[in-house]
């Protein structure tokens, strides 16, 4: 018997010096990784090839890791993404995760943490089969991740913002500190702003009420009845 196949990540990184480390971080940790260095060899790699992963720069010399990002999910292709970025403003982090990124990563970043953004990301989307999660009278699609209101219009959500909703939605009166919730969705990472984030997004595409503030405590689920 052969070897099993290695998980294919794909690495868009210009820094060449910044490239050669993380092309041997991730095959020290058993990846195959290919590496490019602009959108347009991004472009055709993602789309010719089967990656589990996708790592991507945001500041690339052709343009904007986030447009190579839309243009993906534009032509149909849902690879898990993890933006690099030297900007990390609450503003720069939405842009990201609206342009179809799942998550988002900022320079100067620890090497254990982008393992265990790109281990969560794996694990994330390992399961695919459909689970419509109640929100008051709307359905959240965790396959999808859309939901689905009460006049049978839909509202998209980035993969990342789908999966932090169907954590609340699954334990509905539970409160979620902001740490549970950065733990579960972000191992590694010792920011808490990513939390606040994902709960600006979602409420920007689905009103305050999907997500209710526990002051002093966290978040759980909200309803929404959007008829």
């Not at 041997?24 to 602009?38: I, K, M, P, W």
């Amino acid at each position: 018997m052969g070897d099993a196949p290695r998980t294919e990540l794909l690495l868009v990184e210009d820094d060449r010096e910044l490239r050669a480390l993380l092309v041997r971080l991730f095959e020290g940790q058993g990846y195959a990784v290919q590496a490019v260095s602009d959108v347009q060899s991004g472009l055709h790699a993602a789309l010719t090839g089967s990656h589990a992963v996708l790592v991507v720069d945001r500041r690339l010399p052709d343009g904007d890791g986030i447009d190579l990002v839309s243009r993906l999910r534009r032509q149909g292709v849902a690879t898990p993404v993890l933006v690099l970025t030297a900007h990390g403003t609450v503003r720069d982090r939405v842009e990201g995760l609206d342009g179809g990124a799942d998550d988002y990563l900022v320079k100067p970043f620890d090497s254990a943490e982008l393992l265990a953004r790109v281990r969560s990301l794996l694990r994330r989307h390992l399961d695919d089969a459909a689970v419509l999660l109640p929100l008051g009278t709307a359905r959240l699609d965790t396959a999808a991740n859309v939901v689905h209101l009460q006049d049978r219009t839909s509202v998209e959500l980035s993969p990342a913002e789908g999966a932090f909703l169907a954590q609340l939605a699954r334990r509905p009166t539970r409160v979620f500190s902001r740490d549970e919730l950065r733990d579960s969705l972000a191992p590694g990472t010792k920011s808490l702003s990513l939390v606040d984030t994902y709960v600006y997004g979602i409420r920007r595409k689905l009103g305050r009420d999907v997500i209710r503030t526990v002051r002093g405590v966290g978040y759980r689920a909200g309803e929404l009845d959007r008829g």
